[in-house]
Nanobody, 123 residues
Framework: QVQLVESGGGLVQAGGSLRLSCAASGRTFSSYAMGWFRQAPGKEREFRAAISRSGGYTYYADSVKGRFTISRDNAKNTVYLQMNSLKPEDTAVYYC????????????????WGQGTQVTVSS
């Protein structure tokens, strides 16, 4: 089992940057593909980015390509989401998630979830 804890959210002006971190417990972090999702009030959870177990493959939602970068450090049991050129529409609670297997873009494919971290982008 994996426990995930996100950090790094906050309030930022449009055009600014934030880096989210997700720390995982356990010794098998490198066995899990990792994903980042967001959820705005009244909306469904939405895929942002995913990374393979080794970190060699990444996958992004079209709306964040060129702005967001997902990475991982398996020695530190941590996955990151660097978010640049932030827009007010990026405002949401951001969640990291883990799944045993290849990357996926649907929330139901993931087995473990963190509690989320709030990102607010002001105009």
């Amino acid at each position: 089992q994996v426990q995930l804890v996100e950090s790094g959210g906050g309030l930022v002006q449009a055009g600014g940057s934030l880096r989210l971190s997700c720390a995982a417990s356990g010794r098998t972090f490198s066995s899990y593909a990792m994903g980042w999702f967001r959820q705005a009030p009244g909306k469904e959870r939405e895929f942002r980015a995913a990374i393979s177990r080794s970190g060699g493959y990444t996958y992004y939602a079209d709306s964040v390509k060129g702005r967001f970068t997902i990475s991982r450090d398996n020695a530190k049991n941590t996955v990151y989401l660097q978010m640049n050129s932030l827009k007010p529409e990026d405002t949401a609670v951001y969640y990291c998630a883990a799944r045993g297997g290849n990357v996926a873009a649907t929330p139901r494919a993931y087995d473990y979830w963190g509690q989320g971290t709030q990102v607010t982008v002001s105009s």
